[in-house]
């Protein structure tokens, strides 16, 4: 047991319980943490944010109030393949967004860029008609004047063999994730050496573990370096495969959760559009008419009460997933101190349901 320690609204210690002082915030056994790190979520609210123009702005507020009040402290807005024309409007509609971002929100961190270097045999819901080859000279041309707001990009390494944009783009501080991929354990394993530190929604849009040939997620699991995202909606990803991953992986050491939430996400379920096609969304997941998954129209914190409520994770190590592992994995702290104590997270037991709300002393 802990005992916190407030001054002027903000925790300024986390201590051993000693009976004999005096604490200033009595969990009575429930859990306190930081809110949400989503990185990667394609929209909400009726709004997919390849779709973004300087006319959304206020939207995009809303999208950040809404966040917050489903406990996300922040996010990396998602850009799916499209083209270059909405890949950079998007930038520099994201771009002038930051600069005057209001406080008690959720806050845009940067941007993940899924797309367009993926290898088109493992596209999923990807356009195929606006891949692009891996070459430096697409790369530089895709973001443009906004690369300092590009905090991800998720590629196919095994379309550049030479490594020479997996080299830049390290370079440029940009976060380099495997995804939409049919790279090899040996692939993976040199793409990781240049500087690769993260996979995108492990075990969708790549080969599945083998015994003989582990694969890229294979090569991931072992490499202490490497970060992979997971979406825990139980449709993405069976609950036994997730446990095996979090059991490979020490539980919240090199695994950390998504919602890959698409723009309906906030909204009823029902058919919307998705780009030039539509998406039908059905108790938090959305499918293209062909029945391919295109993602969920859940929150992150979902995957949090999944994990308890299936039994595969012990309370604290679920929150860390959604917390603590994402910040850890784009190189933010993830200390509570210093941090306004009505921010917080208090996670609970409500009867059989393992919950959370925003906390108020």
């Not at 702005?57 to 499209?82: N, Q, R, S």
């Not at 039908?280 to 992150?300: Q, R, S």
């Amino acid at each position: 047991m802990q005992e916190l320690k407030i001054n002027e609204g903000k925790i300024t210690a986390i201590l051993p319980m000693n009976n004999n002082s005096d604490f200033d915030l009595d969990l009575r056994g429930d859990w306190l943490s930081l809110g949400g790190i989503d990185l990667q979520i394609n929209g909400a609210l009726g709004l997919a944010f390849p779709d973004l123009e300087e006319k959304e702005l206020e939207k995009l507020e809303e999208i950040c109030e809404y966040l917050w009040k489903v406990g996300v402290d922040g996010f990396l807005p998602t850009l799916v393949t499209t083209s270059i024309e909405k890949i950079r409007r998007s930038l520099n509609t994201i771009s002038q967004f930051i600069t005057t971002q209001k406080k008690g929100v959720a806050e845009i961190l940067g941007v993940h860029l899924e797309g367009p270097f993926l290898n088109n045999k493992k596209r999923g819901a990807h356009p195929g008609e606006y891949l692009l080859p891996l070459t430096l000279e697409n790369v530089k041309t895709v973001l443009g004047e906004n690369a300092n707001i590009v905090k991800i990009i998720t590629l196919a390494p095994e379309l550049d063999p030479t490594g020479e944009t997996i080299t830049y783009l390290h370079s440029q501080g940009i976060i380099i994730s495997i995804g939409h991929s049919i790279a090899t354990a040996t692939e993976a394993k040199k793409a990781f050496n240049l500087g690769v530190s993260m996979v995108t929604h492990a075990f969708n849009a790549m080969p599945g573990l083998h015994h003989r040939e582990p694969g890229l997620l294979g090569e991931a699991i072992l490499n202490k370096n490497v970060y992979c995202g997971l979406i825990a909606d139980g449709q993405h990803v069976c609950p036994s495969m997730i446990e095996l991953l979090l059991r490979a992986s020490n539980y919240e050491n090199g695994i950390f959760l998504v919602s890959d939430a698409l723009a309906p996400i906030g909204l009823q379920e029902g058919i919307y559009p998705w780009d030039q096609r539509k998406i039908e969304v059905k108790k938090g997941t959305a499918k293209l008419k062909d029945g391919t998954l295109a993602g969920t129209t859940l929150p992150l914190l979902i995957g949090v009460e999944n994990l308890v409520n299936w039994g595969i994770c012990e309370e604290e190590k679920a929150i860390a997933l959604a917390t603590s592992s994402p910040r850890k994995a784009i190189g933010l702290s993830d200390t509570l101190i210093g941090k306004p104590a009505d921010n917080l997270l208090r996670w609970y037991w409500n009867k059989d349901k393992f919950t959370y709300q925003r906390f108020s002393q």
